[in-house]
């Protein structure tokens, strides 16, 4: 889509932005800003429509693909089913879950994904390390500083492919 286009647009001259006019740069600045707001705001606007106070809160991190959202659905009750995904077998919600389980290697979620469950807030974040460039990581610590600035506790779930526990160990 045409906002996806622009993403990957102001990605590329991030990359470059040592080599940009002042100018330049500061209209990438400026464009970085607006994301950002952009984002905080559709955070705060479906914290509102789910009922969600962020007093409480437990962050889902992990890499892309690590289970942050089967997580996140599984906790908050969500009835799932095994299907098959390219020769392998992974879990989806049987009916209407919340947010999209992506099996690939770039985060299906960008903003991320929220639910209250006996007091506390969920936060379903995007994934790190994925293939959304610079932007997205700078969209993503701002949203978790929006999330945990006003919270009386906070509790960081880290998930991790089981798979990336015994790789690259020598």
Do not use: W
């Amino acid at each position: 889509d045409q906002h996806s286009l622009q993403l990957a647009e102001l990605n590329q001259k991030l990359l470059s932005f040592g080599n940009q006019s002042k100018i330049e740069q500061n209209e990438i600045i400026e464009s970085i800003k607006n994301e950002i707001t952009h984002s905080i705001e559709s955070f705060k606007l479906q914290l509102k429509e789910r009922n969600c106070s962020l007093e409480n809160i437990n962050l889902i991190v992990g890499a892309t693909g690590s289970g942050k959202s089967t997580l996140f659905n599984y906790l908050n009750e969500v009835p799932m089913v095994i299907k098959e995904y390219n020769g392998r077998a992974v879990l989806e919600p049987a009916g209407q879950g919340y947010g999209k389980i992506g099996h690939g290697k770039t985060s299906e979620t960008t903003v991320p994904n929220t639910k209250e469950f006996h007091g506390t807030t969920f936060i379903d974040c995007a994934g790190e390390f994925d293939n959304k460039e610079i932007l997205q990581s700078i969209i993503n610590g701002y949203l978790k500083k929006e999330a945990t600035s006003s919270a009386k506790t906070a509790c960081v779930s880290i998930v991790v492919n089981y798979g990336d526990l015994n790789a690259n160990r020598g």
